[in-house]
């Protein structure tokens, strides 16, 4: 199983900051099959970026992702309020093999 | 517009059994592999379940911890993925989510609580 460690595992930022979160696969993972998700509290996961760096529909052009291999990140260039959410990462190297990240909550100061 | 809603979550003693659904719209359901995540409270998600596509004769895939108990089907007259879960134990509390996948889930339903506890 190719398991995926997210850090930190929570994170403060000021509205306007720069933030990254990244993602470590303990396996190397294709740069196609890396994607992240957006959960608020109470709410299902939502899509948010495909395949390490395509954004989803509807996800603002502050968030950004990158990476390869064993080492992926999530960027966001100028925090908001609304970003305010857990972020999971997802890998899928063919059944049975999808496995999550144990998520990076984002608190806005 | 793509919809998802899973339903038949509760409370159910372990070593019970317990049927959800997930009623979809929007999209044709014999086209898209469709998965079951799951997550337990204040915990990561877990993927456990997938249905293939007509294309690949609807053939399922579980993972490990599932594997034996569960069984994931479709009704393909009426868009419905199930899942029956057989001989459950409180480890299996979470919320289910079914979701169309493969590879990413672009699409989720609101979720159903299964509660395994005497």
């Known amino acids: 199983e190719n398991v995926l460690t997210q850090s930190p595992a929570i994170m403060s930022a000021s509205p306007g900051e720069k933030v990254t979160m990244t993602c470590r696969a303990s396996?190397?993972?294709?740069?196609?099959?890396l994607h992240w998700y957006q959960q608020k509290s109470g709410a299902s996961p939502k899509l948010w970026i495909y395949?390490?760096?395509n954004l989803a529909s509807g996800v603002p052009a502050r968030f950004s992702g990158s990476g390869s291999g064993t080492s992926y990140s999530l960027t966001i260039s100028s925090v908001e309020a609304e970003d305010a959410a857990t972020y999971y990462c997802q890998q899928y190297s063919g059944y049975p093999l999808y496995t999550f990240g144990g998520g990076t909550k984002l608190e806005i100061k | 517009e793509v919809k998802l809603v899973e339903s038949g979550g509760g409370l159910v003693q372990p070593g019970g059994s317990l049927r959800l659904s997930c009623a979809t719209s929007g999209f044709t359901f014999s086209d898209f592999y469709m998965e079951w995540v799951r997550q337990p409270p204040g915990k990561r998600l877990e993927w456990i379940a997938a249905s293939r596509n007509k294309a690949n004769d609807y053939t399922t895939e579980y993972s490990a911890s599932v594997k034996g108990r569960f069984i994931v089907s479709r009704d393909t007259s009426q868009s419905i993925l199930y899942l029956q879960m057989n001989a459950l134990r409180a480890e299996d509390t979470a919320i289910y989510y079914c979701?169309?996948?493969?590879?990413?889930?672009?699409?989720w339903g609101q979720g159903t609580l299964v509660t395994v506890s005497a």
């Open positions: 395949s390490t760096s």
């Open positions: 979701a169309r996948g493969p590879s990413w889930f672009a699409y």
């Open positions: 396996s190397s993972v294709s740069s196609s099959y």
